[in-house]
């Protein structure tokens, strides 16, 4: 662990450029490709696109995101406010892209259950009025990206994910989605969907669509998921290729900082608490911890299981150099505890704002909310960083490149 390690070292050749501030990159770009970025929160996206997309609307609901947003993009494009009561007449030109990661919590496995009947998740609909208003204006993006948890195939036993692939078919769209787990950029493990549509008129180059699904980006959630499409829906579907990266090179020990700000080490008692929350299994793990006699460290999660018919708190911890998907929730058993093991020493502690940060693949010189609570919230409602570029680059990018080179064949 290190005080002062600059940027978390990942991937590096899979991040977007970052010579400059963020500030002075986004007025620095070179105006590739225009999007509309929705439900933006701290404008992750918008960092994983990079210098080679011009940002030309961002949205959302959320006043202390916004604020943050600012601190790093300006406002300029930004419209804070609920995206039921946007118009098309606040989206300017004609985007390449569309990207929306919209709420999760309501097609969440951890979540209420509602879909997309859901206050949260429901509000896919009003941003799919948008893209539906700007069809009827000859405004449509050419592409559109849908990011959610992967619970979304299964919510309401496949429905909410038909319904949302009979929507994008029926406005105008070719999709396809792929589980792209974050694990394989960051020492976090996080897979999401991305449902990727692209305009039916849009030329698709080979290289970026495959006759079968990829068992590195997909499952058998999504696979099943695609089956139970409508059939016209399944007639507009695509089974995207897209690259392996390159080996991850970091694990959650190279994030972490010796003396964080915002959260301090817990007292012994504490920490004897947190053990005595672990079910044999997992005290065992820590046991081996202890007998390999160097500094390890795991992730521990508190969380309530059922046991013999009664709801009990428990302590489950991993040793596997990766932290477990960070989450939102607003009580303290959501936010992920760090513990470090060197022979008899033990010592726990929260996972500080700037580290879950660094598990989004958010650079140290990116502007953080000064409160815990916000930063933290911050990075587990993002997409990361990383995970974007790798689209980007390999399926979005081609797709842009595609529609510009046929409409210059056309002129």
């Keep these: 662990m290190s005080q002062s390690r600059g940027t978390i070292p990942v991937n590096l050749a899979e991040r977007p450029p970052?010579?400059?501030p963020l500030r002075r990159q986004a007025k620095e770009v070179s105006g590739m490709a225009g999007f509309y970025e929705f439900f933006a929160g701290g404008g992750m996206a918008r960092l994983g696109l990079g210098s080679a997309w011009t940002c030309l609307f961002a949205n959302d609901i959320d006043a202390k995101k916004c604020e943050t947003y600012g601190r790093n993009w300006g406002r300029a494009e930004l419209k804070q406010g609920d995206v039921g009561r946007l118009t098309t007449s606040d989206l300017p030109g004609v985007a390449d892209l569309a990207w929306a990661s919209f709420p999760c919590q309501d097609l969440s496995v951890a979540g209420t259950g509602a879909g997309l009947g859901g206050k949260r998740s429901g509000t896919f609909w009003s941003f799919w009025g948008l893209m539906e208003a700007l069809r009827e204006e000859r405004r449509a993006p050419s592409v559109v990206v849908l990011e959610n948890v992967a619970g979304a195939l299964t919510s309401h036993g496949g429905k909410d994910f038909a319904a949302i692939g009979d929507v994008v078919a029926r406005t105008g769209y070719r999709f396809g989605a792929l589980v792209v787990d974050a694990v394989h950029f960051l020492p976090q493990s996080r897979p999401r969907l991305f449902v990727i549509a692209a305009n039916r008129d849009l030329p698709i180059p080979t290289a970026v669509v495959r006759s079968s699904p990829d068992p590195s980006w997909s499952t058998r959630s999504l696979e099943r998921a695609a089956c139970g499409l409508p059939t016209h829906a399944k007639s507009a579907w695509i089974w995207w290729s897209l690259p392996l990266p390159s080996p991850r090179t970091a694990e959650l020990l190279d994030i972490l900082d010796d003396d964080p700000n915002g959260v301090a080490w817990h007292s012994v008692a504490e920490t004897r608490r947190l053990l005595g929350l672990m079910t044999p299994l997992n005290r065992a793990k820590v046991t081996r911890a202890q007998g390999e006699r160097r500094l390890t460290v795991g992730a521990v999660y508190r969380r309530t299981r059922m046991e013999k018919g009664v709801r009990r708190q428990r302590a489950e911890i991993r040793f596997d150099g990766l932290a477990g998907c960070l989450r939102t929730g607003s009580g303290g058993s959501s936010r992920q505890i760090i513990m470090t093991v060197n022979g008899e020493r033990i010592r726990s502690r929260l996972l500080s704002a700037r580290e879950?940060?660094?598990?989004?693949?958010?650079?140290?010189?990116?502007?953080?909310?000064k409160n815990y609570r916000d930063g933290y919230h911050l990075a587990g409602d993002g997409v990361?960083?990383?995970?974007v570029r790798h689209i980007g680059k390999h399926i979005l990018e081609p797709l842009v490149a595609s529609r510009r080179t046929a409409a210059r064949a056309a002129a």
Excluded: E, H, S
Excluded at 356 to 369: E, F, I, Q, S
Excluded at 384 to 387: G, I, K, R
């Design 18 to 20: 970052q010579a400059t």
């Design 356 to 369: 879950a940060a660094r598990l989004m693949g958010l650079p140290d010189d990116y502007r953080m909310p």
């Design 384 to 387: 990361a960083v990383p995970v």
